[in-house]
């Protein structure tokens, strides 16, 4: 596809909200609350999710995930996969999230395309967790392979 259809993803990486990353670091953060989690930069809040709303999103969209892991060896056409290992979470863990989130292991990425005509669109947001942190988000973790 042609450099002009293709869709540019800003991603934003959000820094948690201690006053001495604030001063060190320029961009967005998350403030966490007692009733919501705020995207703030400076002192203007630029946004929330409210977290009962946030908690059942996650609960709807994710009631359960396999993770599986797997060996490669090759590339493109010829690589090949080796799934070892499996994992169903299930029982997310809002609290547990909440937690990570403060700590900087779950980041926030705030996804803006550009059409060709350079007209943007939002792609949603998005929570990115690496997947040492994954399994710390369900409340139960059963292997299945």
């Known amino acids: ?14 820094m948690q909200y201690h006053i001495t990353r604030l001063e060190e670091k ?11 989690v705020e ?4 002192k203007e809040i630029l946004g929330y999710w409210d977290k009962i709303t946030l908690q059942t999103s996650f609960e709807r969209k994710l009631p359960k995930l396999l993770y599986v892991k797997a060996d490669c060896r090759g590339s493109e056409i010829d690589e ?21 989130l403060k700590e900087g292991k779950i980041l926030v990425d705030i996804r803006i395309g550009q059409y060709p005509d350079g007209r943007p669109h939002d792609h949603g947001t ?3 967790v690496s ?10 973790r059963d292997r299945a392979i």
Do not use: K
Not at 26 to 36: A, P, T
Not at 81 to 90: I, M, T, V
């Open 39 to 42: 995207l703030v930069s400076g």
């Open 80 to 100: 090949e996969f080796w799934f070892n290992e499996a994992w169903l979470l299930s029982g997310f863990d809002f609290e547990n999230f909440l937690i990570l």
């Open 1 to 14: 596809m042609p450099e002009a259809q293709e869709d540019w993803i800003c991603t934003l990486l959000l």
């Open 26 to 36: 320029r961009g967005f953060m998350i403030e966490i609350h007692d009733d919501r």
């Open 131 to 140: 997947p040492d942190n994954l399994g710390l988000c369900f409340s139960h």
């Open 126 to 128: 998005g929570f990115r």
